[in-house]
């Protein structure tokens, strides 16, 4: 290593606390974003070998209407096509120890080689148990260590609610090594599986291996009965995979945020370091360094600096991306489709990526510093006055590019762009012009603190405001990363809390009925239908006024596949939905004569539909085109749903089937009565059920919301962490750098008392500052958050619910974080002999 | 015949000031003289008198505001600052009142950045540097921070740090300034013997008379202007 560059290094050697909060800042940002990375990596791997599993040499499926396939059509295909490559599938879940497992039943003599994973499944003594005994499975080696079963022990499983025995009879991977792409399944025959389904008679699909055989697909198509859908293996795999997109988009921007605020820790690092330099740095310019060699230097400090950090960042990524990979699935889990991750994929590329996104940031952020050591004056004209004085003519430029960064952040915002990028892109500018314009503001509030510590007459209070204004260039950018922090926090929590507010009124709206029964959805595309007169059934039940009918189907539309809820709700006086631009209470009284749609909010903003637009959708009398009539509020999928009145159903499905009902309730009638006749007649029933009260579903939401919200939360506490090592770091650098002004002040006759106290007024100060600075940020961030990204991201649109608790809490932390990060400086000034501070100088 | 030494230096009609706080404040006012190559000039004047500005001038750590500072056939004033800053790493060893030396470096290391900045290696300048030291007395402490050495000794690196690297130009700003009066003198011997047996020219900034008498001729400067000069 050069000389220049010895020289340089060393400094941080000497000053190893400041070293190791910067390399710890870096490290943290990098870390949130390796470990989101990883985490969506590992559920992309998982989903790819379960679908790979699943799919096999399929390049097609046929998908049927409301009650999935008849199991007729597979006998035609065969027969009528002589398409041999083809295969039925039924598919549902199972509850094994707390553990889904997809439950896939498949025809042994179907299969052969079609799909690869299946094979040792098709062949030896397994199959043929699976075939001849009743109840019998097999389960990937990797679940069945997992799940501590061994082939021959029975498996209690709970299906729709419904307790079962079957007996694992061997692994899908038969005397194969263990595979991972089995992981999470269930394999059993197809015919035990329609049964525990509740199935029988039906398939949910059949794949096919038609690849560019253009007659063939002729041949199938002309086959097919109305209703029924070929489509592309491929395709319905990118579906699948691109209904999670969004949710990723929104944990990296959330990591990224990390990364920013980590950023500011650098540039304050190096700011510092530089500022430290000063003697050593004019020294060196006086010898014959020159300002290119100093800029190179600097930036070639921060660059280690990145890397060090970087590659901390990895090691702490790789072992929060475990943490988050649970996170993650648990909210796929909840809002998608049902993934088991097993495997937890170190991807290199990431791990490349993330140590360089370290070492970019680094040196992006240590620029500034870099071009201010490379303009270091060899006679040292400018003095700390001097500095400071040149700080605050910056502190309008600054701003007026602080305003320009906020306007192109409010255009991004507000202008409706395509896609989600430009949105976060305006956030982030949010951030960025607010941080920039944060120093005139602060400027603003210490003039006011002044005034207020002149008129109160305290002398500590305001030599500490004075001091923060002596050192506006270091103790601003404290506060600017500790505003940003803050008010990303506030900013998250309130449009949790709007979130939270919102699906508290939308569940209010839309369960109307006291006791709501229906089949549990066993299968991710269809719920089987309720046993037939239920509803007439429990009509009867003493107590009970009115019930009301819902038939959820998968249906085929000119927008893709999409959920269809008919229903038939028995009172129209108060609107199941709350509608977008148009008078629910009208829509809702035609709502049975309606020769319309409703969808919901979702599914409009992902397909781009407005009121008046034509949806065709594939019914059981052939394709029907129907206007937009209205579009209501809904945060149960952000896949969006399409709701018809029942009357229209029945025209176009000729469907009687019901797949949920709604109990309204006298109002003398006493629930858990009803709720006990109510079991006593569901008892002889066959058919699996769900029961649930209108408090039950609402805190089970609830809580699936909760959890949701869970890896946000984490997200932004690690945010506020890395921009409180960032004013740590910056407190002690100030602490370091006015050491000799404390001594004099010592030597004057400050006890060390009253130097820690001057010292955590000024912390206090700042994080009162940073606090107050917050507030107007972070409401602009929820909004954008709530009207912009969350709209865009998952067509939700929430009332945003601000409140004073949250929002002086958040002061309250500013101030304690502060604090507490002025602690540690304040003790040192405490105990460091004035003598020392004099001598140093 | 004797040839009459070349002027290494020349300063012809040099004004220099700065602006405070709006105003213009003038340092150095029509300044005149020339430095003959080998020579030790003394400049003393009263604080505030303009010494140290017109040494940065001819160190060419600063521009004029007017004149011109002639090294040889080049004009320093019109040089931009990375010529400057190249030009000063070739020629010029400066040597300050209060060492200026790196704190993160050894006395070593700080000996042989001059060579390293002037693309000499480390290992070519080790020996000249270890040379050095074991004449100033010091090659026992070559691995020692400057912090752990006297004043007197940092002194000492920061002569041979000024004039490992063969300057033509050795500028002294204060050198006694900061130590005692025997530990002045013994530095002084020192930047005296190793200037003439080099034949570097030497600038000498000082306020004692006493130190000025030890260079060839003394330039007095009062309130920025040329008071006057004399030979010793």
Redesign the interface.
Known sequence: MSLLGRANRRHFIRHPLQLLLAVLGVALGVAMVVSIDLAAKSTHRAFALSMEALTGRYTHHLTGGPEGLPESLFTRLRVESGLRESAPAVEGYVSLNDSTLRLVGFDVFSERNLRSRFVNAARGDEALRLLTEPNTVLLSAVSARRLGVSPGDELNVVIDSQPHRLKLVGYAEGSARPDPALEGVMLGDIATAQELLGRIGWLDRIDLVLAADREMEAKVRALLPEGVELSSAAGRQSATQNMTAAFELNLRAMSLLALLVGSFLIYNTMAFSVLQRRELLASLRVLGATSRQLLGEILMEAALLGFLGGLLGLGFGVLAARALLHMVTRTINDIYFVLTVSEFMIDPWVLVCGALLGVIVAVLAALGPAIEASLTSPIMTRARSGVEGAARTAIPWLAGTGMLSLLAAVTLLVVDLPGLVPAIAGVFLLLLGYGLLSPLLLLGGISLAGRVSALSGGWLLRLAVRGIGATLSRSGLAIAALTIAVAVSIGVGTMIESFRGSIAEWLDQILQADIYIATTGSTPRSSPPLPEGLAERLATIPGVERIGTGRRVFVSTSQGESELLALDPPYLDQPGFRFKDIDGKQLWARFPDLRGILISEPYAQRHRLALGDQVEIKTGSGPVSLPVAGIFFDYRSDQGLIVIHRRLYDELWHDAAHTSLGMYLKPEADINAVRAELDRRLTDSRQPLSVRSNREIRDVSLETFERTFAITQVLRLLAVGVAFIGIFSALMALQYERRREMAVLRATGLTPVQTGGLVLLQTGFMGLMAGLLAIPLGLAVAMALVHVINLRSFGWTMDLSVSLPPLLAAVVVSILAALLAGAYPARQAMRTPPATGLREE | MTIAPVPILSLQNVSHG?REAGMWREVLCGVDFEVKSGEQLALVGQSGSGKSTLM?LM?A??TPKSGRILFEETDLAVMG??QR??W???HVG?IYQFF??????TVI?NV???L???GTP?SVGRPAALDLLNEVGLVDRADSYPDRLSGGEQQRVAII?ALIHQPCLVLADEPTGNLDAGTGEQVLDLLDRLVRANGHTLILVTHSAEVARRADRIVRLADGRLAAEART
């Open positions: 700065y940065h160190g750590l600063d600052e990375p800053t190249l000063r790493r070739q400066f200026n030396l790196i704190p993160t470096l290391e042989l950045l001059p390293e900045l002037n480390e740090r």
